[in-house]
T-cell receptor, first 107, second 113 residues
């Protein structure tokens, strides 16, 4: 099956810093999504991005499908950005989730 | 509804009992997914529905697990003869393929004692 690797596994930032999270995957996919799981456990969909670049406020994402990776950029981080960021990849039926990047943002 | 609704939010059950977990997806979403997340872990795929049919049941851990979906809407995940290793948060998501992301519910935290 498809393998999904996320890096780094843990990230500690001071408020205002920028960061880049990476997702590598092992096979061709037509579905890639990024999620944020907040400290209360709720999963929020950030991007549906099987290819190309999207931006939403301080967050942006880029997927290079031919090279099998995706990047999530967080600019001017805030304490509310803390939590776990998951990349999930797959095809039309199901997504396989990576193990996540745990982000802690301190004031 | 406005979001994906799961019930109960918490369930404590004795080992060996059966439990039913319910998921009410966003109205009009044709696809529905069940995942589980053990403490501090990632998400494990269980089963996927397109309409009322389940083309992919490959993630169900054992024959104690079953799921159904009726009317293209509500889904129920049933775990028979629960074991302690079944303790986890069970998450449901819905989507409108092919170009829309998943929306997750808040999950059901199952504890088997």
């Amino acid at each position: 099956g498809i393998q999904v690797e996320q890096s780094p596994p843990d990230l500690i930032l001071q408020e205002g810093a920028n960061s880049t999270l990476r997702c590598n995957f092992s096979d061709s996919v037509n579905n890639l999504q990024w999620f944020h799981q907040n400290p209360w456990g709720q999963l929020i969909n950030l991007f549906y991005i099987p290819s190309g670049t999207k931006q939403n406020g301080r967050l942006s994402a880029t997927t290079v499908a031919t090279e099998r990776y995706s990047l999530l950029y967080i600019s001017s981080s805030q304490t509310t950005d803390s939590g776990v960021y998951f990349c999930a990849v797959g095809n039309t039926d199901k997504l396989i989730f990576g193990t996540g990047t745990r982000l802690q943002v301190f004031p | 509804g406005a979001g994906v609704s799961q019930s109960p939010s918490n369930k404590v059950t004795e080992k060996g009992k059966d439990v039913e977990l319910r998921c009410d997806p966003i109205s009009g979403h044709t696809a529905l997914y069940w995942y589980r997340q053990s403490l501090g872990q990632g998400l494990e795929f269980l089963i996927y529905f397109q309409g009322n049919s389940a083309p992919d049941k490959s993630g169900l851990p054992s024959d104690r697990f079953s799921a159904e979906r009726t009317g293209g809407s509500v889904s129920t995940l049933t775990i028979q003869r629960t074991q302690q290793e079944d303790s986890a948060v069970y998450l449901c998501a819905s989507s409108l393929p092919p170009n829309y992301g998943y929306t997750f519910g808040s999950g059901t935290r199952l504890t088997v004692v």
